[in-house]
């Protein structure tokens, strides 16, 4: 599941392509995933890109906004040499090693000035949604849109000190990686960086959040993995579907010391990695240096 280093990722990659273009058509295949009206953003040039949590935002004209959730296995291509064609289901593979656009898994297409965006979603969570943003004088004013209510701090900015972390695993009993994984509390890490950030630390991810007493290696380890997962373009797992905007592979998953790395040797002390369920999903860990 693409999290904050993979949406980042898009984000950044999106900005240098498509802002000052604008929508030309949008081309709908899995309505469920679609939510507003489209109408009301054909013609609109996009002025900015952000992201909140696991969200694309793209702003558009006339206080317009297209939200874009990846949820499970969400892509968001885009590909310059299809402006001004009509995009063809069955199309020669546009990348090197990347998929075939527009492809079975394609559910809408956004036309643009100067290219198109193909979202494919194999499972079909992702969506997209039209918002209007309220009048308001200060541009930010958005964020405090009712869907963006609930969410917990970026892990990435200033808000997010080792005191903050410290009173949000105080006040819990349940296993530290599941609240390493609550958007409410911290927003944008799920199963991969959670892994990862909790060998980091040293952490058992099963022992229960108000025992955890290494916070500050802990609050480190969140931002180092985070940042190197954007870094090196996200992580493009064995059986996840994230790729780069460009159609190729994060680079992250070969960086990774226990996601995904069930009985291979732990790159700290070579005891081989864990694999156990929390909460239903899939944990991995050193059972020998996370305590
Ligand atoms: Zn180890």
Redesign the pocket.
């Known amino acids: 599941m693409p999290e904050l280093p993979e949406v980042e990722t898009t984000k950044r990659y999106l900005e240098k392509k498509i802002i000052g273009q604008r929508i030309k058509k949008i081309e709908i295949l899995s309505p469920k995933q679609f939510i507003g009206d489209p109408k009301q953003i054909i013609g609109k040039k996009i002025v900015g890109l952000e992201r909140r949590a696991k969200l694309l935002i793209w702003q558009l004209e006339n206080d317009l906004f297209l939200l874009i959730h990846l949820k499970l296995t969400g892509q968001i291509v885009y590909h310059e040499k299809l402006a001004g064609k009509k995009a063809v289901f069955g199309h020669p593979i546009p990348f090197a090693g990347g998929p075939t656009l527009p492809g079975k898994s394609t559910r809408i297409v956004v036309y643009l000035d100067k290219g198109v965006i193909f979202f494919n979603d194999l499972r079909k969570f992702g969506w997209m949604k039209v918002i209007q943003k309220p009048k308001t004088k200060n541009q930010k004013d958005y964020l405090k849109l009712k869907i963006f209510e609930g969410l917990g701090v970026e892990p990435l900015s200033k808000d997010f000190t080792p005191e903050y972390l410290k009173k949000v695993l105080s006040r819990s009993r349940r296993a530290v990686k599941l609240v390493l994984m609550d958007q409410s509390k911290i927003a944008g890490i799920g199963n991969i960086y959670a892994n990862e950030a909790l060998w980091q630390a040293k952490i058992d991810p099963r022992k229960p959040a108000h025992q955890v007493k290494r916070i500050k290696p802990l609050w480190q380890a969140i931002r180092k993995v985070l940042k190197e997962g954007i870094e090196y373009g996200g992580t493009s797992a064995a059986d996840e579907a994230y790729i780069k905007p460009n159609g190729s592979p994060g680079q992250y998953q070969q960086h990774l010391a226990v996601y995904q790395r069930e009985g291979k040797p732990?790159p700290?002390?070579q005891?081989p990695i864990k694999r156990i369920k929390i909460n239903n999903r899939s944990t991995f860990f050193?059972p020998?240096?996370q305590k």
């Open positions: 732990c700290r002390c005891t050193c020998q240096c």
